[in-house]
């Protein structure tokens, strides 16, 4: 059982419930956390429109005050998309976000069109060399530029040198995602990444709220690892997250 859930999706991008909807299901699951955390504004399908930022924030402000039994975390989970490490992180807002989790997706607009190579990479040239390259240094690049807590759902749809990724995440704190709907990596790159220093998250990727809290999925692949489940941060108790807003909402200003 996780003490909170640190990644969860409402209709601001694709989930199917509201905010407080996941409020609720946290509640009913028996969580003392939630974050909510959608998509980035660069997903084309699924991403937050910036301009409906601000009614986000404060819904999430609102859900704070009135339930009380549950620290209400602030969220976005960004995208990587380019090779030097840009992430779609709302610059204006992100010091009002408590937890910032970053992933690669497919569908995202590219800020320059050189972008759209490593981006497309992924999509016509999975498996050679150069989009693993790429991808490598797209995760890499960001985790040095950007205070990136979590990397959701690590190597789904994209090859990457998860050593030199385990490194960088290990060396800045960034947490490393067993996501609750997807299992994208093995028993032996777990054990890899904890031996690089890395810790662990266990998040549910909500995307109804029925699934706040559920992550399942991961419970075979880790007891296959062998490692203990002190590495993983939020079984015990909460997490500590870079930009140190979460101990507001845990003292509910
Ligand atoms: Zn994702
Ligand atoms: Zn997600």
Redesign the pocket.
């Known amino acids: 059982m996780m003490y909170g859930d640190y990644?969860t999706h409402t209709t601001y991008s694709h989930g199917t419930g509201g905010v407080e909807d996941n409020v609720k299901a946290a509640i009913a699951a028996g969580l003392r956390e939630i974050a909510v955390t959608d998509?980035g504004p660069r997903h084309l399908l699924a991403g937050i429109k910036l301009r409906r930022i601000p009614e986000y924030l404060g819904e999430i402000e609102r859900m704070r005050a009135a339930y009380p039994e549950i620290a209400v975390l602030s969220g976005i989970?960004a995208n990587f998309i380019s090779v030097r490490g840009d992430i779609d992180l709302p610059e204006e807002y992100a010091d009002r976000l408590d937890v910032v989790?970053c992933?690669?997706?497919k569908g995202i607009r590219p800020m320059k069109a050189g972008d759209a190579v490593y981006l497309l990479g992924n999509l016509v040239s999975k498996n050679s060399k150069r989009t693993l390259v790429r991808n490598t240094d797209a995760y890499v690049n960001a985790l040095a530029r950007n205070d990136i807590d979590i990397i959701?759902?690590p190597c789904?749809d994209c090859r990457i040198d998860l050593r030199a990724v385990g490194t960088a995440a290990a060396e800045k704190g960034t947490l490393i995602e067993l996501?609750g709907k997807r299992v994208s990596m093995s028993a032996d790159d777990l054990v890899l990444l904890a031996s690089l220093g890395c810790k662990f998250i266990l998040d549910s990727?909500a995307h109804r709220p029925d699934r706040v809290g559920c992550a399942d999925i991961q419970t075979e692949v880790w007891k296959q690892s062998g490692l203990p489940d002190e590495l993983i941060v939020n079984l015990a108790g909460a997490p500590h997250f870079m930009r140190g807003k979460a101990e507001r909402a845990r003292r509910r200003e």
């Open positions: 990644h998509h989970e989790v992933g690669y997706h959701s759902h789904h996501n990727d």
